[in-house]
């Protein structure tokens, strides 16, 4: 055997980032003999990665620039836990070129491009100069040092509007701002600078000419010490909103077979421009007819499973492959494009109010099994708490397909069969995006999202004959298993009696607290004989199954399968029609129809304010902005909630403030 393949520079690796990236790079890792090293902040200390991981340092308090952002101490966490090597993930510091530095000074081996590179293609502006010498398509755009607003300004003048006002680092859709007219240039290059400087550190921007009707289109790159630069094909990543993408496919539905080779040659071309080492993507914007360079990510992408799962490469693996200066396992004429997979970002928001992240704790988690096709890369688990100082996202949901209609359709039942309580999430808005007609021909572009917000976050349907059976047979269930749980007691049987025949009558609304809308009646006969569900005049035969997570519910003859999820008065239920959220009326009494009015200004979330756009005494419109919080890496803008004149303001800039705050006083305007 030759020995010399076994050496690798560093036997363990700490994973200078949190949830799910972190359990990602934590699995190949260990699959591969290494030991891993996972940091924490005070709000992450019970967080997955920390217990998956075979050691964990805590890194500072909650907030991102006091912990995961904290160079020194990520730095001095490597050198306590003895680790040689840190993968940045993705976000944080993995585009951070002083990061990559402060590792190869402290003797770290970073599992990236390095500092040269980061800093000539993580740069938006830099990489499009770059790309100019390079002879790779641009977007006509100015990337200057000038940073003033006056020089913004005649820019985006020069280019004509439409105009995209962009931060020169990061990504994510964080800092950026579509201007279609001079009057909004000023407020939104303040806006759009302030968002980056929190996000990455820079303000720097740069103004490109916005694309009408676009499609997001990125190839999957990968180089390593020994002059091999590949790619991987491509990904489409089309459909987004407020250019954070939601849904990710491999390989784009959108190219033929010739397009595809001219776009991986010139993302070849791009990558090569600076001799690139380490995973990155090149992404382009397609207009229908040209593909125009954008940008680089010197990093690993959120939706690098799709190129996975249809090349049959790890990509974490190469990655720390090539960090052990290894070269690459194939050749580019080796790599084979197998079938179709699509991916879906699970986040912990709620659509239905302009997709507001959500905080809390998660009492329910269940997937289903990663067969047929589908994979999970998750950051949580049941029981742990969602916080508002990160980034909202879950975990992905990714299906696999020999076509991508299969794809769809696994992704489709993967989704359909996760429930997820405690917290909201947008899987029945991801749910009803999957199967939109134009998604499933693909007659989409970067701004169908917000075109079909209405259709596509629309209330669920009533609850119908079957959810009001599966309602009652729900509360009856829990009543069984309760009972099983004491010996002996007569109650284990379902509907028993010591004589004759007995009606119990429950009520439910939609929704959760006191529900809304009129209450919905049925009743329930037990006893001596069949149990039977009443409904109106109609009375129906039921029987229940229990299983794990619901139960089997017969009505009449007709099995259905029901997942069940009780609070208290609260249930969810997903049935064969759909998510259903109800309320069980207390059939003591007791319900309270108060509710907090809409009419308040207060923190939805915890946050930090970082703008203060009202004074005082100052005449509103409905609607005009009033302060900027900052939640969860994102701005947030509370608006006044009818015409009045601001009585006071309760905040100011620098100030966090905590859920439920009242934070401005706005005083209707006379008849």
């Known amino acids: 055997m030759d020995r010399s393949k076994l050496y690798r520079p560093f036997r363990t690796l700490l994973i200078a980032n949190r949830g799910e990236i972190a359990c990602r790079v934590i699995r190949t890792a260990r ?49 306590k836990t003895g680790a040689e090597a840190v993968h940045p993930g993705y976000g944080f510091l993995s585009e951070n070129a002083e990061f990559a530095r402060a590792c190869l000074d402290a003797g770290l081996v970073f599992v990236g491009p390095t500092a040269g590179m980061m800093t000539a293609m993580g740069s938006k502006s ?43 680092a990061g990504g994510g859709g964080r ?14 290059i303040v806006s759009a600078k302030r968002e980056a400087l929190a996000a990455f550190g820079d303000d720097r ?34 459909l987004q909103r407020r250019h954070q993408k939601v849904i990710e496919e491999a390989p784009s539905p959108t190219l033929n077979a010739a397009q595809r080779e001219t776009v991986c040659a010139a993302a070849r071309k791009a990558a090569g421009a600076v001799n ?15 593909v125009f360079f954008i940008e680089m990510n010197t990093r690993l992408q959120v939706e690098h499973p799709v190129t996975e799962l249809i090349t049959g490469i790890d990509l974490v693996e ?73 980034d909202a996202m879950l975990a992905k949901m990714i299906a696999w397909g020999p076509t991508r209609d299969v794809a769809i359709e696994r992704l489709n039942r993967g989704l359909e069969e996760t429930d997820v309580r405690g917290i909201v999430t947008n899987i029945p808005f991801l749910s009803a995006l999957m199967t939109h007609p134009k998604v499933w021909t693909n007659a989409v572009d970067t701004g169908f999202i917000e075109r079909e917000l209405a259709v596509l976050t629309q209330a669920a349907p009533a609850p119908g004959e079957l959810e009001l059976c599966a309602a009652v047979a729900a509360v009856v269930n829990e009543e069984q298993q309760a009972a099983r749980a004491q010996a002996n007691s007569p109650w284990q049987t ?54 794990d997570g619901g139960f089997d519910l017969t009505l009449d003859g007709v099995k259905s399968s029901v997942a069940a999820v009780i609070d208290g008065h609260e249930l969810y239920l997903r049935t064969r029609n759909g998510r259903f959220d109800l309320h069980w009326v207390d059939p003591f009494g007791g319900e309270s129809e108060e509710h907090v009015g809409e009419d308040k200004i207060a923190a939805p979330l915890p946050g930090t304010v970082v ?37 006071s303001i309760k905040c100011k800039v620098g100030d966090i403030v905590q859920e439920g705050v009242e934070l401005a006083v706005v005083e209707p305007a006379g008849d």
């Open 31 to 79: 699959a591969m003999g290494l030991r891993t090293v996972a940091v924490y902040s005070e709000a992450d200390r019970d967080a997955m990665h920390v217990a998956l991981a075979d050691e964990a340092v805590l890194l500072g308090p909650a907030r991102a620039r006091d912990s995961y952002l904290n160079v020194e101490r990520l730095i001095e966490a490597a050198r």
């Open 126 to 168: 830099g990489s499009k100069e770059l790309m100019e010498k390079a002879g790779v398509p641009l977007v006509p755009g100015y990337h200057g040092e000038a940073q003033d607003e006056a020089t913004l300004s005649k820019a985006a003048e020069k280019i004509g509007f439409p105009v995209l006002v962009k931060a020169s």
């Open 175 to 188: 800092g950026m701002r579509i201007v279609r007219s001079a009057a909004e240039l000023g407020v939104a």
């Open 205 to 238: 921007m740069l103004i490109e000419k916005y694309v009408d009707n676009p499609r997001h289109i990125e190839v999957q790159v990968i180089g390593d010490s020994h002059g091999n630069l590949l790619s991987l094909f491509e990904r489409e990543c089309t």
């Open 276 to 290: 690139y080492v380490g995973a990155g993507t090149i992404e382009f914007v397609s207009d229908g007819k040209d």
């Open 318 to 390: 190469w990655q720390l492959r090539v960090a052990f200066g290894e070269a690459l396992p194939l050749k580019q004429d080796e790599i084979r494009l197998n079938g179709h997979a699509v991916e879906a970002r699970v986040y912990a928001e709620n659509p239905t109010k302009n997709f507001m992240p959500s905080v809390g704790r998660i009492s329910t988690w269940r997937l289903p099994a990663e067969t047929g096709g589908l994979r999970i890369d998750a950051g949580y688990r049941e029981g742990d708490a969602v916080s508002p100082y990160y």
């Open 494 to 547: 379902f509907g028993w009696q010591p004589v004759g025949r007995r009606q119990r009558s429950f009520a439910f609304r939609v929704g959760h607290g006191v529900g809304h809308g009129p209450e919905q009646k049925i009743s329930l006969n037990y006893g001596s004989g069949p149990s039977t569900l009443l409904i109106g005049e109609r009375e129906l035969a039921f029987t229940i199954a229990a299983k």
């Open 611 to 647: 703008a203060v756009l009202a004074e005082e005494g100052a005449k509103l419109d409905k609607g005009a902005p009033i302060l900027t919080l900052e939640v969860m890496k994102m701005e947030q803008t509370l608006r006044a909630p009818y015409a009045g004149v601001l009585k």
